[in-house]
Antibody, heavy 116, light 107 residues
Framework: QVQLVESGGGVVQPGRSLRLSCAASGFTFSRNDMHWVRQAPGKGLEWVAIISYDGSDKNYADSVKGRFTISRDHSKNTLFLQMNSLRVEDTAVYYC?????????WGQGTLVTVSS | EIVMTQSPATLSVSPGERATLSCRASQSVSSNLAWYQQKPGQAPRLLIYGASTRATAIPARFSGSGSGTEFTLTISSLQSEDFAVYYCQQYTNWPLTFGGGTKVEIK
């Protein structure tokens, strides 16, 4: 079955960087667009970024544009999110999700806490 | 950016009763709308896409309707496992946007 497993979350100071990973299995990773979506504690869902199946197209939410970079490695069936210049307001559970226009399925999420 | 507004914020329903959740878009999204269910401590799960098509393995008691700017998710007879938060999401324009959620709680 399709499985997505995020890792790389943790506590980081404002202004620092963090890289999240999402290991994919159970489907042909190289043929599917992939997303990152986040959820601040006790809040709703916010789409963060998408990368096309071949990595040629990327799109970002305005809130992270210029600071976050989405990428993928087909040899490792892994999705990444490089997060630079982190802010307190980036604190959230970060989910990876398979799909183009909608998200199905989702990983279990990894918590990123930005705090001094 | 298309703003998605869900109502009510909280819906109190007894088991076995019908629940009707609403989602409104700030401009037409045609039928480019999905619904998700999220239980505490879990990732969201896709319920509906294309405004009315159930995702794989979603029970028939979940149904979606609407187009343009007004959408409805109906749970025909609430089961104990259906008490959760529900989100709508549009995919007509970038950025993809979600509603604020409706919490369905036990009455």
């Amino acid at each position: 079955q399709v499985q997505l497993v995020e890792s790389g979350g943790g506590v980081v100071q404002p202004g620092r960087s963090l890289r999240l990973s999402c290991a994919a299995s159970g489907f042909t990773f190289s043929r599917n667009d992939m997303h990152w979506v986040r959820q601040a504690p006790g809040k709703g869902l916010e789409w963060v970024a998408i990368i096309s199946y071949d990595g040629s197209d990327k799109n970002y939410a305005d809130s992270v544009k210029g600071r976050f970079t989405i990428s993928r490695d087909h040899s490792k069936n892994t999705l990444f999110l490089q997060m630079n210049s982190l802010r307190v307001e980036d604190t959230a559970v970060y989910y990876c999700a398979k799909g183009g226009n909608w998200f199905d399925p989702w990983g279990q999420g990894t918590l990123v806490t930005v705090s001094s | 950016e298309i703003v998605m507004t869900q109502s009510p914020a909280t819906l109190s329903v007894s088991p076995g009763e019908r629940a009707t959740l609403s989602c409104r878009a700030s401009q037409s999204v045609s039928s480019n709308l999905a619904w998700y269910q999220q239980k505490p401590g879990q990732a969201p799960r896709l319920l509906i896409y294309g405004a009315s098509t159930r995702a794989t393995a979603i029970p028939a008691r979940f149904s979606g309707s609407g187009s343009g700017t007004e959408f409805t998710l109906t749970i025909s007879s609430l089961q104990s496992e259906d008490f959760a938060v529900y989100y709508c999401q549009q995919y007509t324009n970038w950025p993809l946007t979600f509603g604020g959620g409706t919490k369905v709680e036990i009455k």
